[in-house]
T-cell receptor, first 112, second 115 residues
Framework: QKEVEQDPGPLSVPEGAIVSLNCTYSNSAFQYFMWYRQYSRKGPELLMYTYSSGNKEDGRFTAQVDKSSKYISLFIRDSQPSDSATYLCAMTGMEYGNKLVFGAGTILRVKS | SAVISQKPSRDICQRGTSLTIQCQVDSQVTMMFWYRQQPGQSLTLIATANQGSEATYESGFVIDKFPISRPNLTFSTLTVSNMSPEDSSIYLC????????????FGEGSWLTVV
């Protein structure tokens, strides 16, 4: 079993839809949770960073962490074709020495 | 945040040759890392580049194949040695910025194709 599970998709939605992307993990030692967006042949771009459980909102993006369920989510409101990319969840903790453990990445396609 | 510049951005390399990738950061950072992303795959950590000492390699990666230097707090290099087609990947430099907690940023990557 992988430490971080993420459905690779692809996930295809119409423009304007609310997108929900999710990851589950197995190690309760993870404390810091990140979402990255990666366009084709580009480096990952940090979208959201959260510590422990709770919600964090930034514009059209909301990150949610539920440590009791070992489940994290990224919601994208009013999705745009420019949101089409691969979304990677990543996490780390003191036990990992700040090394990130990544999910497989979910390919998102927003159709206009 | 941090601005991370990588060179080259892409290259086509001959089998058996070596290529050095440079990573320059616009500010001093506590930690620098090198990742590999093979086609269609997620990111895999190669090593942590330690300033002034040998890099710390992850399981499956060795210094002879991926020598790393980090002469100061803003610069690192990764060499991919004796390349084979299996080394065709994006190689990514990443940094942890101490003032941003555990936030880790990535460069644009170096896309290597080995023929």
């Amino acid at each position: 079993q992988k430490e971080v599970e993420q459905d690779p998709g692809p996930l295809s939605v119409p423009e304007g839809a609310i997108v929900s992307l999710n990851c589950t993990y197995s190690n309760s030692a993870f404390q810091y949770f990140m979402w990255y967006r990666q366009y084709s042949r580009k480096g990952p771009e940090l979208l959201m960073y959260t510590y422990s459980s709770g919600n964090k909102e930034d514009g059209r993006f909301t990150a949610q962490v539920d440590k009791s369920s070992k489940y994290i989510s990224l919601f994208i409101r009013d999705s745009q074709p420019s949101d089409s990319a691969t979304y990677l969840c990543a996490m780390t903790g003191m036990e990992y020495g700040n090394k990130l453990v990544f999910g497989a990445g979910t390919i998102l396609r927003v159709k206009s | 945040s941090a601005v991370i510049s990588q060179k080259p951005s892409r290259d086509i390399c001959q089998r058996g040759t070596s290529l050095t990738i440079q990573c320059q950061v616009d500010s001093q950072v506590t930690m620098m890392f090198w990742y590999r992303q093979q086609p269609g795959q997620s990111l895999t950590l190669i090593a942590t580049a330690n300033q002034g000492s040998e890099a710390t390699y992850e399981s499956g990666f060795v210094i002879d194949k991926f020598p790393i230097s980090r002469p100061n707090l803003t610069f690192s290099t990764l060499t991919v040695s004796n390349m084979s087609p299996e080394d065709s990947s994006i190689y990514l430099c990443s940094v942890r910025v101490s003032l941003s907690g555990n936030t880790i940023y990535f460069g644009e990557g170096s896309w290597l194709t080995v023929v």
